[in-house]
């Protein structure tokens, strides 16, 4: 008879040890996880039940955490991640402009006039050009940005009277924070990591030897000190 429970036990065991190796990694340390937290659970519920609930509380809610049932936070690496997507929008009277992060496109549309919703992706240089001269110098300065980055080579095709390039640099209101979140591509309430983070991608993008602007450079600057003094 102890011979037969020894052979037994020995099956089990042979088998436990089989269906170990068999088992995926990952599922088998969720469940080894999610049996230490009922574990941990029933002792903390004993604990408790006894009076001892000094011990009881952080056991539960060690418990808690290893079966799933609490937030997990954001970890530094998870921070430290660029999220794709984003975008900075800036927005003049006469046009909307746009800066992808990832690539550094620019893309955009104008607001008012006979080209009113077009895309400039859809406007040929001459249009663009002839543009210049009947916008605001904040719109102007838009323009110019979006086609130093599409055509570095333009301002060599374009006549000296022909409106571009104004000798004084554009002039706009107070930055309000609606404006400066957009401007570096967050949603309200980022905190000081994310503006810092948004910030020095920008500037890397609109680097002049990346076909930066000026002109954007100098808003992302002023987006940023905005949101930074709001945490000061």
């Known amino acids: 008879m102890t011979l037969l429970l020894g052979i037994a036990a020995l099956a089990l065991v042979l088998a436990a040890l089989w269906l170990f190796i068999q088992a995926d990694p990952r599922q088998l340390a969720q469940r080894v996880q999610t049996a230490a937290g009922i574990v941990i659970l029933l002792v903390a519920g004993y604990l408790g039940v006894t009076g001892r609930l000094i011990a009881a509380i952080p056991l539960a809610l060690f418990a808690a955490g290893l079966l799933g049932w609490l937030p ?21 009277a006469a046009v909307e ?11 955009g549309k104008m607001l008012i006039g006979k080209y009113q919703d077009v ?63 957009q401007i570096l591509g967050l949603e ?9 983070r948004a910030h020095r991608t920008l500037m890397k993008k609109l680097h002049p030897d990346q ?22």
């Open 72 to 92: 997990q936070p954001a970890s530094i690496a998870a921070r430290m991640r660029k999220t794709p997507g984003q975008t900075s929008r800036v927005r003049a």
């Open 97 to 107: 402009m746009e800066l992808d992060h990832d690539t550094g496109a620019m893309r």
């Open 188 to 196: 309200p309430g980022a905190g000081n990591f994310e503006v810092r």
């Open 119 to 181: 895309p400039l992706e859809a406007l040929d240089r001459p249009t663009l050009t002839g543009i210049l001269g009947d916008v605001d110098p904040e719109s102007r300065a838009l323009l110019e940005a979006y086609l130093d980055r599409r055509e570095p080579g333009w301002r060599e095709h374009v006549e000296k009277d022909a409106g571009a390039g104004s000798a004084e640099p554009p002039r706009h209101g107070p930055m309000t924070e609606e404006e400066a979140y």
């Open 211 to 232: 076909g930066g602007s000026n002109y954007l450079a100098a808003r992302v600057n002023q987006a940023k000190d905005i949101l930074l003094r709001r945490h000061r």
